[in-house]
């Protein structure tokens, strides 16, 4: 045992002043039992290392695997290297095997008998790419807004956020369907909206959701949905995403969760007039507070600024 633990240390201190001053003195200085000082002295051969807690596992136990068990299973695993723990006890059994699956499993790992699990390739995330400047791709997705903050229980209603990578400065929409159709009148709008601050969009990237791409539709996949048609009159680039990797969409999912904070968990919606209205005013408050990427500034001063240095 390489480690010291603290208790080897009060047991080395504890016969050290036993040594010194007796067992007594010591029993009643440290309020131990002189039983437990005479037998870590009798272990004890100066070294801090003897005093150290000896294992309790016993070396045997009676309903332990017999020779002949053990033997059996040997046999029957070096026939049948490839057979599963189930397979191979249904064997063992049918030849007077009388233990449990579980019995089996330990006794096999034990012996390393079991087939070594493949290797797991590490996932190595690709660096990091910035954007270096406005308009050069925008995160699109879908946010459904949770039902506890519907007042009509027959109303569904959906957000649509756009977040361009480089400002951070988003676009929200209001929605009560999430379509093909809705996500190109979105895209219409966002990019608008965006021209308006002086930005032109370049790419979007998005997830493999049917409101966006039929990329999985086993009858549509050579098909053009009305997003992409639409981002493709615009002249913007489609992006799609991994499979399954929505934190290659990070930073609209992220602003989704805050969205779920700041504005879901204390809101509620009548219609979806309503839900647009309380959506532009939580966008004008998102858009206006500080990012630390944006070193503390909001997305609206910091395009500000980006325009200001560019024309200067």
């Known amino acids: 045992m390489n480690s010291i633990t603290q208790d080897m240390k009060y047991r080395q201190s504890l016969l050290c002043y036993a040594q010194k001053y007796g067992v007594s003195r010591a029993s009643r200085k440290y309020n131990v039992h002189r039983s437990y000082i005479y037998r870590w002295r009798a272990r004890w051969d100066g070294t801090v290392q003897s005093l150290?807690?000896?294992?309790?596992?016993?070396?045997?136990?009676?309903?332990?695997?017999?020779?002949?068990?053990?033997?059996?299973?040997?046999?029957?695993?070096?026939?049948?290297?490839?057979?599963?723990?189930i397979e191979l006890w249904a064997r063992l059994t049918k030849n007077g095997y009388t233990r449990r699956p579980e019995s089996l499993y330990r006794v096999l790992r034990r012996l390393g008998e079991m087939p070594k699990e493949k290797a797991v390739r590490k996932y190595v995330p690709k660096p990091y790419e910035s954007m270096s400047h406005p308009g050069e791709r925008i995160q699109i997705d879908v946010k459904v807004v949770p039902r506890k903050c519907i007042t009509d229980p027959e109303l569904r209603l959906y957000q649509y956020t756009a977040i361009d990578e480089f400002s951070r400065l988003r676009f929200l929409g209001a929605y009560n369907e999430q379509s093909t159709f809705s996500s190109a009148d979105f895209l219409k709008k966002a990019v608008a909206w965006y021209a308006w601050h002086g930005i032109k969009v370049e790419c979007v990237q998005t997830d493999n959701g049917f409101e966006f791409t039929n990329r999985f539709s086993t009858s549509k996949r050579n098909k053009l949905t009305k997003f992409e048609d639409a981002a493709a009159r615009l002249g913007i680039r489609h992006k799609l995403i991994r499979p399954y990797t929505p934190r290659h969409n990070g930073k609209v999912e992220r602003s989704h969760r805050e969205d779920q904070k700041r504005f879901y968990n204390t809101h509620s919606f009548f219609s979806l007039a309503d839900f647009g209205e309380q959506l532009a005013a939580h966008q004008y408050y998102a858009n206006s507070l500080p990012s630390r990427p944006l070193g503390w500034l909001s997305p609206r001063s910091f395009l500000r600024n980006y325009f200001t240095v560019l024309f200067v």
């Open 52 to 85: 150290a807690c000896m294992s309790r596992r016993p070396h045997s136990h009676p309903n332990a695997h017999t020779p002949e068990e053990i033997d059996m299973i040997l046999r029957y695993r070096r026939r049948n290297p490839t057979l599963g723990l």
